[in-house]
Antibody, heavy 113, light 112 residues
């Protein structure tokens, strides 16, 4: 139901755009990107609420931008000034209330120095 | 460093009961925010197994149960099975942080 694309190997300082296509309407849901560094836990990167409010994790420090297109049921994450510690699997997900009920399979971002 | 702390690992023999704790504070679990739990099998995306503290989505076996007390939440797995070997994460919200999703540190469940 959620398919991510855009992950690849890149160099520190570069930019990437991750995309996610949903099979159903996303405008009524929280939509989020959650990442997982190799061997580590889950951390929420950014969220858009149904009313369009955006939330970002502190570690993004203005480098990442989340956006959605409810007419196309797509979600994007623009990553800039990438760092080595941004390496990981990035999951697109949708939620209801404060829980996440649908997850994509993830797309892998590898940042080398 | 997450505001929700879980033990790194728990283990049990098949058929046994294991419990995973999720320790929070007055700004998250103690503030009344719902706690949710996810199972992540190796190499796969997380899967919701408990929402709203204690509710199971359709298709989740009833050997998984959730509870909450004070500033902590708990996931219990009764009748442990080999296919339950996975990583488990609690998740809630925190009034001091941006956004609705804060995850626990994660617990690896090993079936002996």
């Amino acid at each position: 139901q959620l398919v991510e694309t855009g992950g690849r190997a890149t160099q520190a300082g570069e930019s990437l755009r991750l995309s996610c296509t949903a099979s159903s309407y996303i405008g009524d849901s929280f939509v989020t990107w959650v990442r997982q560094a190799p061997g580590e836990g889950l951390e929420c990167v950014a969220v858009i609420s149904p009313d369009g409010s955006r939330y970002y994790a502190d570690f993004t420090m203005g480098r990442f931008t989340i956006s959605r297109d409810t007419s196309k049921n797509t979600l994007s994450l623009q990553l800039t000034t990438l760092r080595v510690d941004d390496t990981g699997v990035y999951y697109c997900a949708t939620g209801i209330g404060n829980y996440i009920d649908v997850w994509g399979k993830g797309t892998t971002v590898t940042v080398s120095s | 460093q997450s505001v929700l702390t879980q033990p790194p690992s728990v283990s049990g023999a098949p058929g046994q009961r294991v419990s995973i704790s999720c320790a929070g504070s007055s700004s998250n679990i103690g503030a009344g925010h719902f706690v949710n739990w996810y199972q992540q099998l190796p190499g796969t995306a997380p899967k919701l197994i408990i929402y709203g503290d204690s509710h199971r989505p359709s298709g989740v076996p009833d050997r998984f149960s959730g509870s909450k007390s004070g500033t902590s939440a708990f996931l219990a797995i009764t009748g442990l099975q080999s296919e339950d070997e996975a990583d488990y994460y609690c998740q809630s919200s925190d009034t001091t942080l941006n956004g609705p999703y804060v995850f626990g540190t994660g617990t690896k469940v090993t079936v002996l």
